[in-house]
């Protein structure tokens, strides 16, 4: 058996593209379906890593709800505070911060709650993450 991918629909394609972009995943393949009226973008940080796809149904009209039940998926990054400062420069609220130099939590476009994770041991904790507070849900 073989892991494939894990699936997130998303209500606007280029927003998601946006945010998924901006944690180092790129297009690995999309799929359009005129007859279905979807668009499948599957994304990965690279050729060999595992893929998240994007499921942008055409006709959807409001945000899909139950973010949170969903549960999250998760990246083990190289560097969490400079990821981190990278995702708050361009707006993305940083919902559990990385006050452990390990973990941090932000939310895509669509709710979805995306854990990120420090590659080997935790970064020296430093300011001002060490005394960030959290906020909203994650």
């Known amino acids: 058996m073989r892991y494939l991918h894990t699936m997130i629909r998303v209500l606007e394609l280029d927003a998601a593209l946006h945010f998924f972009s901006l944690l180092g995943l790129d297009e690995v ?56 400062e990278h995702l708050a420069d361009n707006g993305v609220t940083i919902l559990r911060p990385p006050r452990d130099g390990r973990m941090a939590f932000v939310r895509s476009p669509d709710q979805i709650s995306v854990e990120l994770l420090q590659k080997g041991d935790p970064l020296e904790i430093k300011e001002p993450w060490a005394s960030m507070a959290s906020t909203g849900e994650w």
């Open 29 to 84: 393949r999309r799929k359009d379906s005129e007859r279905g009226r979807f668009t499948l973008v599957f994304v990965a940080a690279g050729p060999d890593e595992p893929q998240l796809e994007l499921t942008h149904n055409w006709d959807e009209q409001a945000p899909y709800s139950g973010g949170r039940n969903f549960g999250h998926v998760a990246y083990e990054v190289d560097d969490i505070y400079g990821l981190c």
